[in-house]
């Protein structure tokens, strides 16, 4: 069974690799920002939004709160706009994360679908979840940096493990 310290490993590796793709993506020019790619969320931007949008909406599901006032992170018209968001959220859900019990992980979850249905769920898949969609869309913004001749950095649960090792 997963446990809270598993869940903050999880979350801290999810914020280590956010704050690596929102600095290396300083790196790109408006025009490659905002170029559509022809993706999920067509541009770079479309896909921070997204990602960003995502984890506020997870967060708030969890917290028993109504989803963003926009959908898709709409609002967020660049990417400093993004990464202010994003470190209000992440700010939130270490709070958040830092009041769970075991107990509660194991607590069920209504989740009202932004598509459509309701599914019910232990709030602990749900938490994995959460860091599942980020990291998936991590690896689009890793393809599409390279598409724009970019080299991106390393985002992998490796990489953040390597990080956390002391250095000789």
Not at 85 to 104: K, N, Q
Not at 122 to 138: A, F, N, Q
Request: proline share 4%; aromatic share 8%; net charge neutral.
């Amino acid at each position: 069974m997963i446990a809270i310290a598993q869940i903050e490993e999880l979350f801290a590796y999810n914020a280590w690799a956010n704050r690596r793709l929102f600095t290396a993506l300083e790196a790109l020019s408006a025009k490659d920002y905002t170029l559509d790619l022809k993706t999920s969320f067509g541009s770079v931007h479309g896909t921070v939004a997204h990602i960003v949008w995502g984890e506020d909406l997870w967060l708030r599901r969890w917290q028993g709160a109504p989803p963003p006032a926009v959908p898709q992170g709409k609002d967020l018209e660049s990417l400093a706009a993004a990464r202010r968001r994003w470190e209000e959220i992440e700010a939130d859900r270490a709070r958040f994360i830092g009041e769970l019990t075991d107990a509660r992980l194991e607590g069920e979850l209504v989740v009202r679908a932004s598509t459509g249905g309701e599914f019910r769920h232990r709030l602990r898949e749900t938490l994995l979840h959460g860091v599942d969609h980020s990291t998936y869309h991590r690896g689009q913004l890793v393809a599409m940096m390279r598409q724009l001749g970019h080299t991106p950095p390393a985002t992998g649960l490796a990489g953040f493990y390597r990080s956390r090792m002391p250095t000789s």
